[in-house]
C-alpha cells in the first residue's frame, strides 16, 4: 500500500480537469476551464498573463497534452516572479504553431536558450490545431523536451536557475488560445 501511496504522490495531476485549483491568475488574458480542459485566450490588447502553480520546483518531470492553432504560449519553469510585465524571469518550453515548439527560450533573459531546426521539429509529426503530447524534464542543468514522443530539446544549461515556480503563458499583444490538459508532475 505505501508503495501505491508513493506513486500517486510522485506522479501528481497538478491540474483537476475541473477548477483552477492550485493555480493563480496572472496578467492578462483569460484562463477557463471546460469539459476537462484548462483554456487560455487573450487578445491583441492584454498583456502577455501567466497561470502559475502554487507550488515551486526543482527537479521534476512534468507531461500534459496542449493545443494551438495560432499565437504564443509556454510552459514555464523554474522561473523567478516578478511585478512588472513579463511577469517571470526565466525558462520556458516554447508552445506555439510553428516549428519552435519544445525550444527553451529564456523570458527576460538571454532568449533562445534551444531553438529547433525545421528538421528537427518534422520528426515530432506537430500539426497546429490538434493535440499534441509535451514532456520536460528538468534535472540538475539537464534540460530534456519531447514532442509527441520525439526528443526535439536535450541540452545541458548551467546558467539555468536550479528552482521557481512553474507557469502556463499568454504572450498577449496577439489574439490566440491555448488549450491544456492531463496535466501531470513527477518530483525527482
Not at 141 to 167: C, F, M, W
Request: charged fraction near 25%; charge should be neutral.
Amino acid at each position: 500500500m505505501l508503495t501505491l501511496i508513493a506513486l500517486i504522490a510522485a506522479n501528481d495531476k497538478i491540474f483537476d480537469g475541473k477548477t483552477l485549483k492550485g493555480w493563480e491568475v496572472v496578467g492578462g488574458g483569460t484562463w477557463t476551464v471546460e469539459q476537462g480542459v484548462l483554456k487560455g485566450s487573450c487578445t491583441k490588447t492584454d498583456d502577455q498573463g501567466i497561470l502559475v502553480y502554487e507550488k515551486p520546483v526543482k527537479d521534476f518531470t512534468a507531461q500534459f497534452q496542449f493545443k494551438i492553432a495560432g499565437g504564443n504560449s509556454g510552459f514555464y519553469f523554474r522561473t523567478e516572479r516578478i511585478k512588472e510585465q513579463p511577469l517571470v524571469k526565466g525558462c520556458q518550453a516554447e508552445i506555439d504553431a510553428i516549428y519552435d515548439v519544445a525550444g527553451i527560450w529564456e523570458t527576460a533573459g538571454r532568449g533562445w536558450v534551444f531553438k529547433p531546426t525545421e528538421e528537427l521539429h518534422a520528426t515530432a509529426n506537430f500539426k497546429p490545431g490538434q493535440w499534441s503530447k509535451m514532456d520536460v524534464s528538468v534535472i540538475g542543468s539537464h534540460y530534456t523536451v519531447k514532442l509527441n514522443g520525439k526528443t526535439i530539446t536535450d541540452i545541458e544549461d548551467p546558467q539555468g536557475r536550479k528552482e521557481g515556480a512553474l507557469a502556463l503563458q499568454l504572450h498577449g499583444g496577439m489574439d490566440m488560445t491555448v488549450e491544456f490538459k492531463d496535466i501531470k508532475l513527477q518530483h525527482k
